[in-house]
């Protein structure tokens, strides 16, 4: 009969060391996953021309190593174990399959993101509680930013930035005359067409505007809607141009679809640089 002084059970002392130990491990290793995936993310952005994303992610890096500041950066340290690590050596066919180019891999490094910030909160929530609501409110405000940085990635149409000719056609003609002006254009190269007509009311840019759709569906053409984006949305236009007293490159996103794209009309270089600030797609 074994001598109940002598069994191996440990003192609560023992278990939060231990505990300890494994939490700075899990916390020094996500720590380190969120920050390759931010670092990632800043990258596509910055290389893609698109600094107020990219400013966005080197934002968030920054507040993530704030709010992580104050934990014990020896603990942290002292518990890593790269080589150690049973998960670096499991891993999935997926894991390397980036076939879509920079929206996959943007994809793949904001859901590692999101999963380890979300990891972070819960074992801060033991070891560091003051600092885990802090996590939760950048887990939260990253959603937000992959969401427009992937469709800032899928509005990067080789389409778009290959481009050379873009017509201007009014609706001031009868409906069989427009359907003939715009098959011609079409056909004769243009890449895109913009609906601009200040005269039309709504119902008849609508309709032109389908038309024009409809007559090019077949053809690598786009079609652009000047100023309006109640039409843009009824007719499922390619996107919308605005100016630069119009509705701006922001509030037009809020009415199309995602894949649309959004021109701005541009004077000087200030607005030059500011079309870019506001990632417009293009300028005109």
């Given at each position: 009969?074994?001598?109940?002084?002598?069994?191996?059970?440990?003192?609560?002392?023992?278990?939060?060391?231990?505990?300890?130990?494994?939490?700075?491990?899990?916390?020094?290793?996500?720590?380190?996953?969120?920050?390759?995936?931010?670092?990632?993310?800043?990258?596509?952005?910055?290389?893609?021309?698109?600094?107020?994303?990219?400013?966005?992610?080197?934002?968030?890096?920054?507040?993530?190593?704030?709010?992580?500041?104050?934990?014990?950066?020896?603990?942290?340290?002292?518990?890593?174990?790269?080589d150690g690590?049973?998960?670096?050596?499991?891993?999935?066919?997926?894991?390397?399959?980036?076939?879509?180019?920079?929206?996959?891999?943007?994809?793949?490094?904001?859901?590692r993101l999101?999963?380890?910030?979300?990891?972070?909160?819960?074992?801060?929530?033991?070891?560091?509680?003051?600092?885990?609501?802090?996590?939760?409110?950048?887990?939260?405000?990253?959603?937000?930013?992959?969401?427009?940085?992937?469709?800032?990635?899928?509005?990067?149409?080789?389409?778009?930035?290959?481009?050379?000719?873009?017509?201007?056609?009014?609706?001031?003609?009868?409906?069989?005359?427009?359907?003939?002006?715009?098959?011609?254009?079409?056909?004769?190269?243009?890449?895109?067409?913009?609906?601009?007509?200040?005269?039309?009311?709504?119902?008849?840019?609508?309709?032109?505007?389908?038309?024009?759709?409809?007559?090019?569906?077949?053809?690598?053409?786009?079609?652009?809607?000047?100023?309006?984006?109640?039409?843009?949305?009824?007719?499922?236009?390619?996107?919308?141009?605005?100016?630069?007293?119009?509705?701006?490159?922001?509030?037009?996103?809020?009415?199309?679809?995602?894949?649309?794209?959004?021109?701005?009309?541009?004077?000087?270089?200030?607005?030059?640089?500011?079309?870019?600030?506001?990632?417009?797609?293009?300028?005109?």
């Amino acid at each position: 009969m074994s001598n109940p002084s002598q069994d191996p059970t440990p003192d609560s002392e023992t278990i939060s060391l231990a505990e300890s130990s494994v939490a700075h491990r899990i916390m020094d290793a996500n720590l380190n996953r969120a920050s390759e995936a931010l670092r990632t993310l800043e990258d596509l952005m910055r290389f893609r021309d698109h600094p107020t994303a990219q400013f966005e992610f080197k934002r968030l890096r920054h507040q993530l190593a704030t709010a992580t500041q104050p934990w014990n950066q020896i603990a942290l340290l002292t518990a890593r174990d790269a080589d150690g690590d049973v998960g670096q050596h499991q891993k999935t066919k997926t894991e390397m399959d980036r076939a879509s180019g920079f929206v996959s891999i943007a994809h793949a490094a904001a859901n590692r993101l999101q999963q380890s910030l979300r990891c972070l909160e819960e074992v801060a929530k033991f070891q560091y509680p003051d600092s885990a609501r802090e996590i939760e409110s950048l887990r939260y405000r990253s959603y937000d930013i992959h969401a427009r940085a992937i469709l800032r990635l899928q509005r990067d149409s080789v389409f778009l930035q290959n481009a050379k000719l873009y017509v201007l056609v009014d609706c001031q003609l009868e409906r069989q005359t427009f359907i003939d002006r715009i098959r011609s254009i079409a056909e004769g190269g243009v890449d895109l067409i913009q609906i601009r007509d200040k005269r039309c009311d709504a119902l008849q840019l609508i309709d032109y505007t389908t038309i024009a759709r409809e007559v090019t569906s077949s053809l690598p053409v786009r079609i652009i809607v000047n100023d309006r984006a109640d039409v843009a949305v009824v007719a499922k236009a390619h996107g919308l141009h605005v100016g630069q007293t119009d509705l701006t490159v922001h509030h037009a996103r809020k009415f199309l679809a995602n894949d649309a794209w959004v021109g701005l009309s541009t004077h000087d270089l200030d607005q030059v640089e500011h079309a870019i600030q506001v990632d417009a797609d293009y300028v005109g």
